[in-house]
């Protein structure tokens, strides 16, 4: 069964440096989207993209996030200058989107990441 | 936020069904719902959703009461393996739009 995966699962790094998320969506989806879980709080959404370009994107998406989907296969998110409070798990997402009812978002395992 | 409602946590016995209830009151006509799950810090995995019929699939089922104000997730038969958050999402059609999750049902399968 097809599936959404996710590299690293676990990116340890310092405050101020940057850090790219990658993500390989499902391979016919058009639709992708990137979420985040602190630790012990819901699961927020960030951003989705589409055609190339952001379709809609959260407060929380500020200028130190970007995303990215470089070839036909990966899909990236960025963030410039990592914070402390940037410390999160980080899902991505995908949707095939036909129509209303193939409009279901499959999620990866998630990348931790850690600022320290 | 999120438009729906769950009890914070349930319990269910190993091999019985799990009967999860959501209400979202607010629902619109065009408004699908939609039911993921969470194991530990995994990725949402998606379960089952519908607009106003009830559905079934391999994993669920879902019953959708007749004003839409309300639906339960059916667990058939309850495995330590469906211990997990439980999400119900109330979700527009008709564009690309986001998941709002709340903070769910704690469902805790036991022997």
Known sequence: ?116 | DAKTTQPPSMDCAEGRAANLPCNHSTISGNEYVYWYRQIHSQGPQYIIHGLKNNETNEMASLIITEDRKSSTLILPHATLRDTAVYYCIVRETGTASKLTFGTGTRLQVTL
């Open chain 1, 1 to 116: 069964e097809p599936e959404v995966t996710q590299t690293p699962s676990h990116q340890v790094t310092q405050m101020g440096q940057e850090v790219i998320l990658r993500c390989v969506p499902i391979s016919n989806h058009l639709y992708f989207y990137w979420y985040r879980q602190i630790l012990g709080q819901k699961v927020e959404f960030l951003v989705s993209f589409y055609n190339n370009e952001i379709s809609e994107k959260s407060e929380i998406f500020d200028d130190q996030f970007s995303v990215e989907r470089p070839d036909g296969s990966n899909f990236t998110l960025k963030i410039r200058s990592t914070k402390l409070e940037d410390s999160a798990m980080y899902f991505c997402a995908s949707s095939l989107r036909l129509s209303s009812s193939t409009d279901t978002q499959y999620f990866g395992p998630g990348t931790r990441l850690t600022v320290l």
